[in-house]
Structure formats: C-alpha cells, structure tokens
C-alpha cells in the first residue's frame, strides 16, 4: 500500500470554486477507487474505475466526477465546491474489481472556506 | 440501499483483554469483509479480511468470523495492547452489478494500559 501516492496533501478552497484531487496506483493495479471521509465518519464510497471506464458510482451528485488515464492514474473533480465538501478524500487501488484487496493513499486533505 | 452498520461505536478494554466488533450487513450478495484500521491523521490499512466461501480466518491476536445466514462477521482482537488503539473500520463489497465497498461507520477502540 506504501505505493498509492495522492497529491495534494493539503487544499484550501472557496465556495463556488473548482478542485482537481490526483491519485496514482500501486504499479500493476488497474482499478482505482474514491473515498470521502468526513471526520468521525467512515470512508464513503464515490467511485470505483477499472480499465479507464466507470465500474461502479456512490450516493453523490453529479458535481462530482472522475477519469482515469491509460498509465491507471485517476483525477477526481468537484465542481461548485460546497462548505460541506470539506473532508478528507482517499483514493485505493486495487488489481481489479471491488472484491479485491484495497490499498489506500495517504489521502488529499480538502478545507472549503 | 446497502448498508453495514457497525457496533460499538467505541469500546474502552484493559491491555491484555480481548476486543469484539460486530458489522451486520444488507446486501445478501456481498461476498468480501475486508477490516482496516485508521489511527488518527493517517490511512486505512487492512488488517484481516475474509470472503464468503470461509467462516473464520485467523492471523496471530486477530480472527474474524463471519455468518452469512445471519448476514454479519465479528473482529476479535486477543491480548490487546496500547498499540492496538485505533478507529477500526469493516467493510463489505458486492461482485456483481455496482462495484463498491460499503463501510461502516466505525468502533474507536482505547486499549487502557
């Protein structure tokens, strides 16, 4: 798991505005997963890639979206940012699809002011 | 929807007593358990998982069993230590239609020494 990197670690951001959350997988992992996690809470699923194409979408509006690119890195976007949207966002890479082992990033650490 | 609800919500034991964490999940077509561990301001990590086809698995102090007639899998934790002090986390993950992981909502666990 030491292999999931997520950048950046930390953001500031405003109302209204727009964020870009990077996350590279373990090497020969091809499904990368979101996660929001609110504090005290548990991580709450987002979305799941494999093979650049959505596999799977959690209970979020469509604010929120993601693409993963053909070296497996993923992106995920929120637009119109909300104060509610503050929490911490994990990415977790898997060798395929949801019932195999995830390994979690560090996570991007999201403040909207 | 899917759900996993997780109990305690915390649990406070002496060094060297066992630990207990009970999940009960929805979806009767789930079929992986992963268990992650989160101590504060860092990543989830795995620490024993279990898929359908096994009632119990065992790794040094850590066991879980899981019982798919009743729909839920335990975490036991034997002679615990200070370390073992942490946010713990269960999960379940569906193979089919939807790919994601349901989480629950999490059992702080305090080892006093």
């Known amino acids: 798991d030491a292999g999931v990197t997520q950048s950046p670690t930390h953001l500031i951001k405003t109302r209204g505005q727009h964020v870009t959350l990077r996350c590279s997988p373990i090497?020969?992992?091809?499904?990368v997963s979101w996660y929001q996690q609110v504090l005290g809470q548990g991580p709450q699923f987002i979305f799941q890639?494999?093979?650049?194409?959505?596999?799977g979408r959690g209970n979020f509006p469509d604010r929120f979206s993601a693409r993963q690119f053909p070296n497996y890195s993923s992106e995920l976007n929120v637009n119109a940012l909300l104060l509610g949207d503050s929490a911490l966002y994990l990415c977790?890479?898997?060798?395929?699809?949801?019932?195999?082992?995830?390994?979690f990033g560090p996570g991007t650490r999201l403040t909207v002011l | 929807g899917e759900n996993v609800e997780q109990h305690p919500s915390t649990l406070s034991v002496q060094e060297g007593d066992s630990a207990v964490i009970k999940c009960t999940y929805s979806?009767?077509?789930?079929?992986?358990f992963p268990w992650y561990k989160q101590e504060l301001g860092k990543r989830p990590q795995l620490i024993i998982d279990?898929?359908?086809?096994?009632g119990e698995k065992k790794d040094q102090r850590i066991a879980v069993t899981l019982n798919k007639t009743a729909k839920h899998f335990s975490l036991h934790i034997t002679e615990t230590q200070p370390e073992d002090s942490a946010v713990y986390f269960c999960?379940?993950?569906?193979?089919?239609?939807?790919?994601?992981?349901?989480f629950g909502t999490g059992t702080r666990l305090k080892v006093l020494a």
């Open positions: 999960a379940a993950s569906t193979p089919s239609g939807t790919y994601k992981y349901i």
């Open positions: 977790a890479s898997s060798l395929a699809t949801s019932t195999d082992t995830q390994y």
């Open positions: 090497s020969g992992h091809k499904s």
């Open positions: 979806d009767s077509a789930s079929n992986y």
């Open positions: 279990i898929r359908s086809n096994v």
């Open positions: 890639y494999y093979e650049k194409e959505e596999r």
